[in-house]
């Protein structure tokens, strides 16, 4: 059984920052992407960003394009989200997602609001 764990949320001001982490434990040892998702209320689950374990490329969404950067620690398994000049709209559930031996694991989600 894989295990994400996940932290950072919070309640931040529009411009602000936050930093969410995510640590994948269990059997971990064919981790081949990770990233993260969102769902803001009433929508539907937006990719927001991920990256390759084994190139390190990454991958955003328009929206967060230039605000937002993935970071990633591979002894630690762990991914990370720097999130820069938030906006309102970013307000969401930001969920950790794990690429392992081809499997997708998701975390419990933490809770992101972004105030104007």
């Known amino acids: 059984q894989v295990q994400l764990v996940e932290s950072g949320g919070g309640l931040v001001q529009a411009g602000g920052s936050l930093r969410l982490s995510c640590a994948a434990s269990?059997?971990?040892?064919?981790?081949?992407?990770m990233g993260w998702f969102r769902q803001a209320p009433g929508q539907d689950y937006e990719f927001v960003g991920g990256i390759s374990w084994s190139s390190g490329n990454t991958y955003y969404a328009d929206s967060v394009k230039g605000r937002f950067t993935i970071s990633r620690d591979n002894a630690k398994n762990t991914v990370y989200l720097q999130m820069n000049s938030l906006k309102p709209e970013d307000t969401a559930d930001y969920y950790c997602?794990?690429?392992?031996?081809?499997?997708?694991?998701w975390g419990q989600g933490t809770q992101v609001t972004v105030s104007s």
């Open positions: 997602t794990a690429q392992i031996r081809g499997v997708y694991y």
């Open positions: 269990g059997h971990t040892l064919s981790t081949q992407a």
